[in-house]
């Protein structure tokens, strides 16, 4: 795989789950994000753009439905600011892409 692609997921995986801990207020994700999970990792495996792939928010093609755009949005600008003093290396990476 991808290495980009699987920094991605996991990326993906630890800001829904910190915006989950804060807001639902659970240790497991709830049902709800672990939905979103699903569907943005299935989206970043099927994505078009394979090797070459921008960062989604990036994408001139945005292959997320409205509706699963608005709930990552969300959830980014929650846990985006938050993930520079957890997870620093992540954040910069994600800064610098
Ligand atoms: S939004 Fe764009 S970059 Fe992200 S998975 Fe969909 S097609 Fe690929
Ligand atoms: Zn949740």
Do not use: Q, W
Request: hydrophobic fraction near 35%; charged fraction near 35%; aromatic fraction near 8%.
């Amino acid at each position: 795989m991808n290495m980009s692609i699987a920094r991605e997921k996991r990326t993906i995986e630890k800001i829904i789950k910190l915006y989950c801990r804060s807001v639902h207020g659970g240790n497991e994700l709830c049902y709800d994000c672990a939905e979103l999970r699903e569907y943005a990792m299935k989206r970043i495996e099927g994505c078009v753009f394979k090797e070459d792939k921008p960062a989604c928010k990036e994408c001139p093609v945005h292959c997320y439905s409205p509706i699963r755009r608005e709930e990552i949005r969300k959830v980014m600008r929650f846990s985006g600011p938050r993930m520079i003093f957890r997870h620093p290396v992540i954040a910069i990476m994600h800064a610098i892409k």
